[in-house]
T-cell receptor, first 112, second 110 residues
Framework: NAGVTQTPKFQVLKTGQSMTLQCAQD?????MYWYRQDPGMGLRLIYYSASEGTTDKGEVPNGYNVSRLNKREFSLRLESAAPSQTSVYFC???????????FGQGTRLTVV | KNEVEQSPQNLTAQEGEFITINCSYSVGISALHWLQQHPGGGIVSLFM???GKKKHGRLIATINIQEKHSSLHITASHPRDSAVYICAVYAGGGADGLTFGKGTHLIIQP
């Protein structure tokens, strides 16, 4: 049972480059999320998708775009990477509010 | 927006000690999550609770909804319990997604 799978695990970008972080879940969950984790701060919500075909901004959406490709997949795109986007990114899924959340292994992104 | 505070931020203890990590939040919720993150690792859900107490092995989580407070206890602590423990609640205000505490960095020394 794979759970939540995100790729890549590590990435180094130059300022201005673009990339897409991929996330897939095999638990038939409606809700999927992208969070970022920075030293000294709690995880913060970037974007979420409550169901296939819908996406909404979270606390820190600037500089990111998302796509809910289908029920399984939720991708996060950085169109023009900035050093401030250096972080560890986590994808998560759940059956909705007040249900257990499942997290991917994280993507460590460095923008130089 | 719900604010989540955890204490202590850092905790070092000896193997076998009883550990308590506290979490308080500012806005009423219906469920609270306790998560575990090992260094360089992913995040694992330990508990989701909305009332009372839950127990899994040596881990016990309690919540007092009226006081907006939860505790995570570890009995007979072991070096493998060394990790960051994170408390999280739903953000509220119509927004989906969790709001997280900053985590408690626990080190258990042999």
């Amino acid at each position: 049972n794979a759970g939540v799978t995100q790729t890549p695990k590590f990435q180094v970008l130059k300022t201005g480059q673009s990339m897409t972080l991929q996330c897939a879940q095999d638990m038939n969950h409606n809700s999927m999320y992208w969070y970022r984790q920075d030293p000294g701060m709690g995880l913060r919500l970037i974007y979420y998708s409550a169901s296939e075909g819908t996406t909404d901004k979270g606390e820190v959406p600037n500089g990111y775009n998302v796509s809910r490709l289908n029920k399984r997949e939720f991708s996060l795109r950085l169109e023009s990477a900035a050093p401030s986007q250096t972080s560890v990114y986590f994808c998560a899924s759940s059956g909705g509010r007040n249900t257990e959340a499942f997290f991917g292994q994280g993507t460590r992104l460095t923008v130089v | 927006k719900n604010e989540v505070e955890q204490s202590p931020q850092n905790l070092t203890a000896q193997e076998g000690e009883f550990i308590t990590i506290n979490c308080s939040y500012s806005v009423g919720i219906s469920a609270l999550h306790w998560l575990q993150q090992h260094p360089g690792g992913g995040i694992v859900s330990l508990f989701m609770l909305s009332s009372g107490k839950k127990k899994h092995g040596r881990l016990i989580a309690t919540i007092n909804i009226q006081e907006k407070h939860s505790s995570l206890h570890i009995t007979a602590s072991h070096p493998r319990d060394s990790a960051v423990y994170i408390c999280a609640v739903y953000a509220g205000g119509g927004a989906d997604g969790l709001t997280f505490g900053k985590g408690t960095h626990l080190i258990i020394q042999p």
